[in-house]
């Protein structure tokens, strides 16, 4: 990207380090890891094969981290009837597993 003139004698430009560099992640289990506070991903060596990670900036991460209340509540509100919690599915399916 070009820098141009702000004005005020200084350059402004895209800050690429800081634009794309997430700070170092932290392992949270074998399979994830978390870069931003509350923001977990699979861990991208286990996804070398099929799906490749797509690189996009650390604003977008969370941007998309501080929606997802949002848009969750937009799904509710317009396609579902009812909203189960996991812990009411596991004890469904703990009951299930009991009967058998």
């Not at 399979?31 to 060596?45: G, I, L, M, N």
């Not at 949002?70 to 703990?94: N, P, Q």
């Amino acid at each position: 990207m070009t820098e141009s003139n702000n004005g005020k004698g200084r350059p402004v430009g895209y800050r690429y380090a800081e634009q794309l560099t997430p700070p170092e992640p932290a392992q949270v289990t074998d399979v994830a890891r978390t870069s931003f506070e509350h923001v977990y991903e699979v861990d991208p060596r286990l996804m070398q094969t099929w799906v490749l990670q797509q690189e996009f900036p650390n604003w977008d991460t969370l941007r998309i981290m501080n929606s997802r209340h949002d848009h969750l509540d937009w799904m509710h509100r317009h396609f579902a009837h009812k909203v189960v919690t996991g812990s009411e599915l596991l004890a469904e399916v703990e009951a299930e597993g009991g009967q058998s």
